[in-house]
Protein backbone atom coordinates (compact mmCIF):
# COMPACT_ATOMS: atom_id res chain seq x y z
CA UNK A 1 0.00 0.00 0.00
CA UNK A 2 1.14 3.38 -1.14
CA UNK A 3 1.17 6.35 1.65
CA UNK A 4 2.36 9.72 1.58
CA UNK A 5 1.81 11.44 5.29
CA UNK A 6 2.27 15.44 5.43
CA UNK A 7 3.96 16.78 8.45
CA UNK A 8 4.47 19.83 9.96
CA UNK A 9 1.96 22.15 9.82
CA UNK A 10 0.54 24.56 12.06
CA UNK A 11 -0.08 28.21 13.52
CA UNK A 12 2.66 30.61 12.68
CA UNK A 13 2.94 34.53 12.56
CA UNK A 14 3.75 36.40 10.10
CA UNK A 15 7.19 36.65 8.91
CA UNK A 16 7.67 33.24 10.29
CA UNK A 17 9.25 29.94 9.24
CA UNK A 18 7.93 26.53 9.06
CA UNK A 19 9.07 22.90 7.37
CA UNK A 20 6.96 20.61 6.22
CA UNK A 21 7.97 16.81 5.45
CA UNK A 22 6.01 14.49 3.52
CA UNK A 23 7.68 10.83 4.16
CA UNK A 24 6.27 7.62 2.01
CA UNK A 25 5.50 4.28 3.68
CA UNK A 26 5.03 1.31 1.71
CA UNK A 27 8.09 -0.92 1.13
CA UNK A 28 7.21 -1.54 -2.43
CA UNK A 29 6.80 2.55 -2.60
CA UNK A 30 10.14 2.98 -1.11
CA UNK A 31 11.93 1.44 -3.76
CA UNK A 32 10.65 3.94 -6.92
CA UNK A 33 10.80 6.61 -4.66
CA UNK A 34 14.03 7.95 -5.88
CA UNK A 35 12.65 7.80 -9.85
CA UNK A 36 9.45 9.62 -9.43
CA UNK A 37 9.02 13.69 -9.17
CA UNK A 38 7.97 14.91 -5.94
CA UNK A 39 6.02 18.28 -5.92
CA UNK A 40 3.65 20.25 -2.98
CA UNK A 41 0.89 22.02 -3.46
CA UNK A 42 -1.62 23.80 -1.67
CA UNK A 43 -5.20 24.53 -1.51
CA UNK A 44 -6.17 27.91 0.12
CA UNK A 45 -9.78 28.04 0.99
CA UNK A 46 -12.33 28.86 -1.88
CA UNK A 47 -9.59 28.67 -4.20
CA UNK A 48 -8.09 25.80 -6.69
CA UNK A 49 -5.34 23.78 -5.46
CA UNK A 50 -1.99 24.81 -7.40
CA UNK A 51 1.64 23.56 -7.09
CA UNK A 52 4.17 25.48 -5.05
CA UNK A 53 6.98 23.77 -5.74
CA UNK A 54 8.48 20.23 -7.19
CA UNK A 55 11.81 18.52 -7.59
CA UNK A 56 12.68 16.21 -9.89
CA UNK A 57 14.14 12.52 -9.32
CA UNK A 58 17.68 14.16 -10.59
CA UNK A 59 17.19 17.41 -8.23
CA UNK A 60 16.29 19.79 -10.43
CA UNK A 61 13.57 22.21 -8.76
CA UNK A 62 10.71 24.40 -9.93
CA UNK A 63 8.41 27.27 -7.65
CA UNK A 64 5.63 29.00 -8.08
CA UNK A 65 6.40 32.87 -8.62
CA UNK A 66 4.30 33.42 -5.41
CA UNK A 67 7.15 31.51 -3.00
CA UNK A 68 9.95 31.88 -5.50
CA UNK A 69 13.06 32.93 -2.98
CA UNK A 70 11.42 31.67 0.26
CA UNK A 71 10.40 28.06 0.27
CA UNK A 72 13.43 25.91 -0.54
CA UNK A 73 11.84 22.01 -1.68
CA UNK A 74 14.18 19.06 -1.11
CA UNK A 75 13.99 15.31 -1.01
CA UNK A 76 16.21 12.97 0.95
CA UNK A 77 15.79 9.33 -1.10
CA UNK A 78 17.55 7.52 1.06
CA UNK A 79 14.54 8.75 3.77
CA UNK A 80 11.71 8.88 0.55
CA UNK A 81 11.14 12.07 2.05
CA UNK A 82 10.25 15.40 0.51
CA UNK A 83 10.66 18.51 2.47
CA UNK A 84 9.43 22.13 2.30
CA UNK A 85 11.20 24.84 3.84
CA UNK A 86 8.74 28.05 4.35
CA UNK A 87 10.33 31.46 5.33
CA UNK A 88 8.88 34.79 5.42
CA UNK A 89 5.27 33.38 5.71
CA UNK A 90 2.31 35.67 5.18
CA UNK A 91 -1.26 35.19 5.53
CA UNK A 92 -1.61 34.46 1.67
CA UNK A 93 0.68 31.36 2.41
CA UNK A 94 -2.47 30.12 4.28
CA UNK A 95 -3.67 27.06 2.85
CA UNK A 96 -3.42 23.01 3.09
CA UNK A 97 -0.64 21.34 2.14
CA UNK A 98 -0.26 18.05 -0.30
CA UNK A 99 2.56 16.27 -1.27
CA UNK A 100 2.28 14.54 -4.52
CA UNK A 101 4.66 11.52 -6.08
CA UNK A 102 4.41 11.17 -9.51
CA UNK A 103 5.98 8.53 -12.39
CA UNK A 104 4.52 7.93 -15.40
CA UNK A 105 0.57 7.03 -14.93
CA UNK A 106 1.76 6.70 -11.21
CA UNK A 107 0.08 9.49 -9.11
CA UNK A 108 0.10 9.74 -5.63
CA UNK A 109 -1.42 12.55 -2.72
CA UNK A 110 -1.46 12.70 0.85
CA UNK A 111 -4.00 13.83 3.07
CA UNK A 112 -2.26 17.51 3.21
CA UNK A 113 -1.56 19.38 6.37
CA UNK A 114 -2.85 22.56 7.23
CA UNK A 115 -0.78 25.79 7.44
CA UNK A 116 -2.12 29.08 9.10
CA UNK A 117 -0.16 32.10 8.89
CA UNK A 118 -1.93 34.57 11.47
CA UNK A 119 -0.88 37.13 14.43
Known amino acids: QVQLVESGGGLVQPGGSLRLSCASS????????????MGWYRQAPGKQRELVASITSGGNTNYSDHVKGRFTISRDNAKSTVYLQMSSLTPEDTAVYYC?????????WGQGTRVTVSS
Open 26 to 37: GSIFRTIFSIGA
Open 100 to 108: NYRFGPSDY
